[in-house]
């Protein structure tokens, strides 16, 4: 299937531009390819891994990740993405949640961002540490990060600055993902999981070429604005082809 890795690199591209890692639409492209939905989180998530990595690094040495807080919200979603990853869960379930994450996902990026300059964090800033819980847990279940959901909540409670929680989101995605792996890696047993990598080979070179791709030169190109759109527009296509059937 040529169109996988295409539709890999694409998304990729798209997200990383926007700071996220692209997890929820690598697992509907998965499904829609017809890939065993019990593996398939093991490739999202590893994908995900990819394509945050470069971006948390960049934030790091830029100085903009909140390592404090950051952290905080991580880990403690983190022990959720384990127990989320070890969840067995039926195929309908599955799709259904994958689904709805996707479309409630895309029209999460039509909230708007927080200025550069913060006006003062809203009081409700104060309950994410209760917020990113179910977030965690969600990442692991299905293959996704969590971050696209996170976002919007930390903008919308003026939380830090755009860059920081950027920054924070990418930190948030790649805990989580990696905490997801590890419970995907103790349901499924070594060779299983070996086996799902090991077929995944195009896609995780696919969207490492993606992922840089969108890092560096995909906001020279297109105003973040329309890279956002184009984002949710994939992101909710994918989540209604699921529930169609």
Known sequence: MIWLPAGFFVT?????????????????LLSLAGFDY?????VSLACNVVVVTGSTIRFARA???????????SLIAAPLAFLGGLTPIRQGTFLLVLGLSLIAAGLALF???????????????????????????LAGLVGIGGGIFLAPLLHL?????????????????????LAGIAGQLAKNGPDR?????????????????????GSVLALRWLPERVIRWLTAALTIWAGSRLLIG
């Not at 100085?63 to 919200?73: C, E, H, I, K, S």
Request: net charge positive; no cysteine.
């Open 111 to 137: 909230v708007p961002r927080a200025p550069d300059q913060t006006a003062g964090r809203s009081p409700a800033a104060g309950y994410m540490a209760i917020a990113v819980a179910p977030l965690g847990y």
């Open 38 to 42: 019990r593996l398939l989180p093991i």
């Open 157 to 177: 409670t003026r939380w830090d600055k755009a860059r920081r929680i950027a920054a924070t989101t990418s930190l948030f995605i790649l805990i989580n993902s």
């Open 12 to 28: 990729a591209l798209l997200y990383a531009s926007v700071g996220f890692g692209g997890g929820s639409t690598y697992s509907a």
């Open 193 to 213: 999981f070996a086996e799902a990598l090991t077929g995944a080979l195009p896609l995780l070179i696919a969207v490492v070429l993606g992922g840089q791709l």
């Open 63 to 73: 100085g903009q990740v909140p390592w404090r807080a950051a952290l905080t919200l």
